[in-house]
Structure formats: structure tokens, C-alpha cells
Nanobody
């Protein structure tokens, strides 16, 4: 019920925009987030957005470079990534969670996951 797109390969300093298309029920009723997982590492939180875009939260390493936002008409959440660095290289996953309208950095708190999209940043 979550489908990501927009990954690719860029040079350091470049930009990419990831998209996550969700069913209307999930988009309207759930906290949406982006996680990423690099080879040999655990999945880590990147950013989250509250229901109807009421709040946003970011991991320290991406704050000021990445932006999460939603399009209600398209039931889509986006992750705009600017000033990309080689350490941003990972598979990026879209996730959704119900319950309280608060952020969570724990992957286990999210019930819905997309298939992932690869982002590769070269130096």
C-alpha cells in the first residue's frame, strides 16, 4: 500500500526527490516517515510528518538538507534531498504508523512499509 519512486545516482552536492504513494486511508490517518538502510547497517530514521502535515521531524544528520512534505490531493509523501553526501547512500523506505500523532524513530513502531528505492551518492 506504499510505493516509493525517485531514487537514483547523483554526485555529491546534488539533489533527488523521493515519492511515496499511499492509499487515502493511510495517508490521511497515519504518521508517515522515511527510513534508510545502508549495507551492513541497521535501518535508521530520516524524517517524519504528522497527519495532515501538522508537524515534521528530522534526524540531525539530514536537518537543513532534507524536507518531508505531503500532497493531500495525490495521497503522496515526498522527501526532497538537497546537498547530498556519499554517506546518504542507502535504500530509502517509506513507512506509515497509526496510533498517536507523534513522531517515532523506531522502525518497529511502523506498520506499513514500501519496497524501498536505492539512492547512491558518489564523491
Amino acid at each position: 500500500q506504499l510505493v516509493e519512486s525517485g531514487g537514483g545516482s547523483v554526485q555529491a552536492g546534488g539533489s533527488l526527490k523521493l515519492s511515496c504513494a499511499a492509499s487515502g486511508r493511510i495517508f490521511r490517518g497515519y504518521v508517515m516517515a522515511w527510513f534508510r538502510q545502508a549495507p551492513g547497517k541497521e535501518r535508521e530514521f530520516v524524517a517524519a510528518i504528522g497527519r495532515s502535515g501538522s508537524w515534521t521531524g528530522y534526524e540531525d544528520s539530514v536537518r537543513g538538507r532534507f524536507a518531508i512534505f505531503g500532497d493531500n490531493a495525490a495521497n503522496t509523501v515526498y522527501l526532497q534531498m538537497n546537498d547530498l553526501k556519499p554517506e546518504d547512500t542507502a535504500v530509502y523506505y517509506c513507512a506509515g504508523r497509526g496510533g498517536m500523532d507523534v513522531s517515532s524513530k523506531q522502525a518497529s513502531d511502523y506498520s506499513y512499509w514500501g519496497q524501498g528505492t536505492q539512492v547512491t551518492v558518489s564523491s
